[in-house]
């Protein structure tokens, strides 16, 4: 497999200062040594996309459409190859490729749509003596920092509404996983998109990445990332007045009542935290579950972890793939051995899973009796661990659900009891309360609360976060000046 190495600055494909090996975390294997950013790529980018910015925003959205068409029509002619970059640059099963890609073909195709529906309008005004109009307008130049575990979808987070907008925006992968991003740096190429629309470099050096923050030039600052990172972003950038629209972390609770339907919540909580080896910002953390289903339930999900098949065979039906790298490994075995010395008890996984010798795979993992002093219960795990905490009648479960320092971006409820499922969603602090199901696309609004987040990715709001309104207010009566106050 050829894989893009490039990155892609001022309309054309460009070697950097330095390289960075990619390894494959399922085989331990080279992927690609890549191009990474420099201080004067960093810089070349910034005043790219500066010069670019009067012009693309002056583009009519017609014009705009096309361009995101035709960048969309690239990415699905080459998908396999893009799924390719992906299932390689992490070692996500095949069959979990599809959604990064698909993605971003739904990204192109609904923001360059939303585009056109949105519309300008008036205010009324009270005295009668002018007339008010609102009108959107791009907010200016953008830069994304991305993470590693949906390389292809978090880049359509940001490139679909960014576009749209008129704002050029800078995208800066994860130096982990950059090869798919560096791949979309190729297609651009390959179909001649206006230089400095999109620029896509990776970079290993905090100070460089901490360069596009600190910079005047960018209007808008983007992050899909930790709340440590996101505090570290705005604190970076605060050399100008910025907008900020960061999706950041969420330790996700899930409240699993006595009439909910036990298979239906164990599929969903597996699934979710199974899948993509749990390296998912809504993946359920602490599953609360009632002490009357308590057992049943933990049976459930103990006979899911059980069955998971774990690899990176391409042909076979693989539910979890390796965690990032060896470091993210030994933190998830940490928090495991931690709580089992802490009186939780261990059911299933626990390590790595038998007959894997090479990669970074961890089991799927059932912990249960698992206690609010637990670091398992206190931090967003990002692997595929489920913690059960059981409660009863006596139990302050939203105090518990809603204690968590990362703040809110994801809640789960299931229960049979529509007026209970509204009075939890309704006192949950979280961005997201999905009820007895579970469901994400590209119309939907995905943010957080409090730590978890400002702004949205997905959906019209995603595309507000790069615009900006103006009042146009014009006087009825030109003989006369009415004062400030009229």
Same mark, same amino acid.
């Given at each position: ?30 992927? @690609?040594? !890549? $191009? %990474? +950013? ?7 980018? &910034?005043?790219? /996309?500066?010069?670019?910015? =009067? ?83 791009? @907010?200016? !130049? $953008? %830069? +994304? ?7 292809? &979808?978090?880049? /359509?987070?940001?490139?679909? =509404? ?325």
């Amino acid at each position: 497999m050829n894989f893009p190495t490039k990155m892609y600055i001022d309309g054309a494909l460009t070697n950097g200062s330095a390289t960075r090996d990619v390894i494959n975390p399922a085989t331990d294997t080279l992927v @690609a040594t !890549v $191009a %990474v +950013a420099g201080a004067d790529d960093a810089e070349r980018a &910034l005043q790219s /996309a500066k010069a670019t910015f =009067p012009i693309w925003a002056a583009m009519p959205i017609a014009e705009r459409q096309a361009w995101m068409r035709k960048l969309r029509d690239a990415v699905v002619e080459a998908e396999d190859w893009l799924r390719t970059c992906v299932h390689h640059e992490m070692g996500k099963p095949w069959a979990q490729t599809e959604e990064d890609w698909g993605r971003l073909v739904a990204s192109l195709d609904y923001y360059a749509e939303e585009i056109a529906r949105l519309q300008d309008y008036g205010l009324a005004d009270r005295a009668g003596t002018h007339t008010h109009r609102m009108v959107h307008e791009p @907010a200016g !130049v $953008a %830069v +994304a920092f991305l993470a590693w575990n949906f390389p292809l &979808l978090n880049l /359509a987070f940001k490139i679909g =509404p960014a576009m749209a907008a008129g704002c050029p925006i800078i995208i800066r992968p994860s130096d982990a996983t950059p090869i798919s991003a560096y791949a979309v740096g190729a297609l651009c190429a390959q179909i001649g998109l206006p230089k400095g629309v999109v620029q896509i470099l990776a970079t290993k050096s905090y100070a460089v990445a901490d360069a596009l923050t600190a910079s005047t030039i960018p209007q808008v600052i983007t992050l899909i990332g930790s709340t440590k990172t996101g505090q570290h972003i705005m604190r970076t950038g605060a050399t100008s007045i910025k907008r900020y629209s960061m999706e950041l972390g969420g330790n996700a609770p899930v409240l699993v009542f006595e009439d909910a339907n036990l298979d239906l919540a164990a599929d969903i909580v597996t699934g979710v935290k199974f899948s993509n080896a749990g390296q998912i910002c809504v993946s359920p953390n602490r599953v609360f579950v009632a002490d009357a289903v308590r057992e049943a339930f933990t049976q459930k999900v103990t006979d899911r972890a059980k069955i998971a098949k774990v690899g990176f065979d391409k042909n076979a039906d693989i539910t979890t793939g390796p965690v990032i790298d060896g470091r993210a490994w030994a933190r998830l075995k940490g928090l495991v051995d931690n709580a089992v010395a802490d009186g939780a008890k261990l059911l299933a996984g626990g390590g790595r899973p038998a007959g894997l010798n090479a990669g970074h795979y961890f089991a799927p993992t059932v912990l249960t009796d698992v206690t609010e002093t637990m670091e398992v219960y206190r931090q967003e795990t990002f692997g595929p661990i489920v913690s059960i905490v059981s409660f009863d009648d006596q139990t302050d479960l939203l105090r518990m659900a809603n204690d968590c320092e990362e703040g809110g971006l994801t809640a789960y409820i299931f229960t049979r009891d529509l007026a209970r499922a509204e009075h939890y969603a309704a006192h949950l602090r979280y961005g997201e309360i999905q009820i007895n199901g579970v469901k994400y696309d590209i119309d939907l609004p995905h943010g957080g609360i409090g730590q978890a987040g400002i702004g949205h990715d997905c959906s019209a709001l995603a595309l507000h976060d790069y615009l900006v309104q103006k009042r146009i207010t014009r006087a009825l009566d030109t003989t006369t000046f009415g004062g400030l106050n009229s």
